[in-house]
C-alpha cells in the first residue's frame, strides 16, 4: 500500500514562489512514477508534472519554465518548485504514483496512477 501526505501549499502573490512536497511511503525504489495534478472545482484535472525511475520528466505547457518536478530519493519525498506563479495556477495539487515506470509521454495521463494524495491548495489571488 503506497501513502502520500502534500505539503506546502498556501497564498502567495503574483509572481511569487512556493514549494510542495508529498511524503511516499510504500514505493519500490528501482521501478515507480509519481506527478502532480491539479484541479478547480467543477474541472476537469490536470496533469502538471510528472517524473519516473529512469528519471524522465514531463511538464504540462502553461508551466515549463516556471515548476520544476525534482525527488529526494533518500527521503521518499516529491517536490514542486512553483516560481513566477499566476492566478490561473490557483488550484488543488494533488500527488500521485504508482510502482510502475511511466514512459514520459504518458506521465500527465491520470489514469496511469493508482494512488492519490490528499490534495493542498494553492491560491494565486488576482
Known amino acids: 500500500q503506497v501513502h502520500l501526505v502534500e505539503s506546502g501549499g498556501g497564498s502567495v502573490q503574483s509572481g511569487g514562489s512556493l514549494r510542495l512536497s508529498c511524503a511516499a511511503s510504500g514505493l519500490t525504489y528501482f521501478r515507480y512514477s509519481m506527478a502532480w495534478f491539479r484541479q478547480l472545482p467543477g474541472k476537469e484535472r490536470e496533469g502538471v508534472a510528472g517524473?519516473?525511475?529512469?528519471?524522465?520528466?514531463s511538464y504540462a505547457d502553461s508551466v515549463k519554465g516556471r515548476f520544476t518536478i525534482s525527488q529526494d530519493t533518500d527521503k521518499n519525498t516529491l517536490y514542486l518548485q512553483m516560481n513566477s506563479l499566476k492566478p490561473e495556477d490557483t488550484a488543488m495539487y494533488y500527488c500521485?504514483?504508482?510502482?510502475?515506470?511511466?514512459?514520459?509521454?504518458?506521465?500527465?495521463?491520470?489514469?496511469?496512477?493508482?494512488?492519490w494524495g490528499q490534495g493542498t491548495q494553492v491560491t494565486v489571488p488576482s
Open positions: 517524473i519516473n525511475n529512469i528519471p524522465s520528466t
Open positions: 500521485v504514483a504508482t510502482n510502475t515506470t511511466v514512459p514520459d509521454v504518458w506521465l500527465l495521463l491520470g489514469h496511469m496512477y493508482d494512488w
